[in-house]
């Protein structure tokens, strides 16, 4: 991705990389917890488990299939063709682990200049889910792969089955 893509990225850059964005961004982590915490990849990509880069919460996920997956964080057309794997943190990032990106509408956490639909790297704005960018690998299990067109039913939390049963 060329930074030339984006609007004004510099100045993006210093609100979102800024202590109080950071601060505000892993409260909202700690609300959610991080079983909420999802990283969508490419099936193909081998098994993992610590993971990095940029991840979502788990209810934007919810429903959807990987192709769906694919619009609503704006990844490339047919990043998620051969199917996703799904990973969810096992522990929350701690301040210097993170940056926050704002919502997969803004391309990399910046918005596209008037005329582009994508960057040089084709991505695109997607459809509004919150992201943040992990800068260090954090540990991570593998909770679901899918097909192409399987619809990810994450089931109740592990503390609620516990519970009540799954039924």
Known sequence: MAATDLIDLD?????????????????????????????????????????????????GLSGRTPRQMELLLGLRDGDLASGANLYRLLRLPELNEFLPRGYSHMVDGGFLKPGLTQDSAGYRPGEGAWQVVLIKPIPAVLVRSLALDEIYEPGPHPDIAARYGRG
């Open 11 to 59: 100045a993006t850059r210093a609100l979102q990389e800024s202590l109080r964005a950071r601060e505000a961004n892993l409260a909202a982590m700690q609300r959610h917890g991080a079983y909420s915490l999802m990283k969508v990849v490419a099936r193909e990509r081998p098994v993992t488990h610590e993971i990095s880069g940029y991840i979502t919460l788990l209810p």
